[in-house]
């Protein structure tokens, strides 16, 4: 069940309607988590014991920690936490990735490199930094554990954020479990808004995008130059209507139900440097990596190269938490080298010039982002800086579909009207009356024109 299918309709308004009409706090937070276990049933009941086990290690080991005066015993809690943690997601994720990576060394032992059939749990990725910032966070004394396991169940596995974020700490979201939030109708009415808008950049943003990219990807030894260009901007498209239409349905959702989630976008495609460009993608997964990587690794308070070390360290293993392959590594390194030179500036560029070779450092990023492989993507590189290779076996397709074009026109016009004091109209305000009718044409288009077949969100990968 996807948040654009008519089962999640169906689902979140049953839902909604359920939590506003239960007036006990401990009744609608029960009622949200048999909810959200459901939700997580929908794709694999099996795996719903590993949010339990997750919920269940990390509320005790909290306990325990805030319990416990020894320093030595605190840390073994910790470990423990990030053990089994880790272990679940090292396992399910990163098994097959280590026995293939390591297959030379383990054959040469005479002993056999065996992969084996794990499918990888829905969302691992996302609720395994969610509970290990929890446990972190109470052992660096900075968030005392909650006393109530089913505050802390329900923020493990509260639905809207369960299978891809954003990543919210528990310093955010407990506090507002432990209350029984209020109804507003102009609340209700701001996280409706944003769930239609979600809706419409993934449906008619990035799935029509993405039609185009697959084509050309999937072929693109066929393709003139031009055409790859596209493909590649169109992919830049189709991830950032993608996952931030998703975040946005997922704070929608819970905005109606009376909950604030934090920011996950913010133009990202106006970033003028690379750690402007981090500062406004996927900002909880920049941020954590931020918090409980980069800082505790010695962050910039250490020398120049010790520096560049960590921030290496922190975008490869930010690349790897993506997915188990080569190309999200490459792509973890290559955001890595760009942040290290960015350290560096000698000159200033204008506005213009930062923008541009920003936005091409990103581009060459997704393209590493998007291939199934190296070989793949050298395939791609080689056709946007090679133009002419290979065209003895043949004329290469100039193919300039009208609606790709239309929507990186659009990409760049909306990126574009954030920035100016029209961005209160895009919101559809309460009271302007315009919305209504603005509101209808996005249902009406929604209806009609959405993209034929079953196109998953592309963060539910990682």
């Known amino acids: 069940m996807t948040f654009t299918q008519a089962e999640f309709v169906v689902f979140v ?20 988590l048999l909810a959200s276990y459901y939700f997580y049933a929908y794709w694999d009941y099996r795996f719903c014991g590993l949010l ?10 909290a306990r325990k920690i805030a319990g416990s005066s020894s320093p030595i015993q605190r840390r073994a809690w910790l470990w423990v936490s990030l053990a089994v943690n880790l272990g679940m997601l090292g396992f399910f994720k990163y098994f097959n990735f280590f026995i293939d990576s390591a297959r030379p060394i383990i054959e040469s032992l005479g002993m056999n490199a065996t992969t084996l059939d794990i499918i990888l749990p829905v969302g691992i990725s996302f609720f395994t930094f969610q509970t290990l910032s929890y446990t972190i966070d109470v052992y660096r004394g900075k968030l005392r554990p909650t006393e109530r396991w089913l505050d802390f169940a329900l923020y493990v596995a509260f639905f809207p954020q369960l299978v891809a974020g954003p990543i919210v700490r528990a310093s955010n979201l407990l506090p507002q479990l432990a209350e029984l939030p209020s109804l507003s109708r102009r609340r209700f009415y701001g996280g409706f808004q944003q769930l239609l808008r979600g809706a419409v950049k993934k449906v008619l943003i990035a799935d029509r995008l993405g039609e185009t990219v697959d084509v050309v990807f999937g072929g693109v030894d066929l393709y003139a130059s031009v055409t790859v260009w596209i493909a590649v901007v169109a992919y830049a498209g189709q991830i950032y209507y993608d996952f931030s239409g998703y975040s946005d349905m997922a704070i929608g959702v819970a905005k109606m139900l009376g909950y604030r989630f934090p920011v996950n976008f913010r133009h990202p495609y106006l970033a003028t440097s690379m750690s402007d460009f981090w500062r406004r993608w996927h900002i909880t997964l920049s941020t954590w990596l931020r918090d409980y990587l980069y800082i505790p690794l010695g962050g910039s308070r250490r020398s120049s190269v010790r520096t560049n070390a960590n921030l290496m360290i922190t975008m490869s293993l930010g690349g790897l938490w993506h997915g188990a392959s080569l190309t999200f590594l490459l792509w973890g390194i290559w955001h890595g080298f760009a942040l290290i030179v960015g350290r560096f500036k000698a000159v200033a560029f204008p506005k213009w010039l930062a923008w541009s070779m920003t936005m091409l450092v990103v581009l060459m990023g997704w393209v590493l982002f998007r291939s199934p492989d190296f070989s793949s993507a050298m395939a791609v590189y080689e056709r946007l800086w090679l133009p002419f290779a290979g065209t003895d076996q ?3 397709i100039i193919w300039l579909p009208p609606l790709t074009l239309l929507a990186i026109g659009l990409m760049l016009a909306d990126h574009t009207v954030w920035t100016t004091r ?3 109209c895009m919101r559809l305000p309460w009271d302007a009356w315009y919305s209504p009718v603005v509101t209808a044409i996005m249902i009406w288009s929604l209806l009609l024109y959405a993209p034929k077949g079953f196109r998953p969100f592309v963060y539910f990968q990682f």
Do not use: E, K, M, Y
């Open 394 to 396: 043949g004329p290469s």
């Open 422 to 424: 029209w961005r209160r």
């Open 13 to 32: 308004a049953f839902v909604i309607a359920v939590a506003w009409s239960l007036r006990g706090q401990l009744g609608r937070n029960g009622w949200l």
């Open 52 to 61: 339990l086990i997750s919920t269940l290690v990390d509320f005790v080991v």
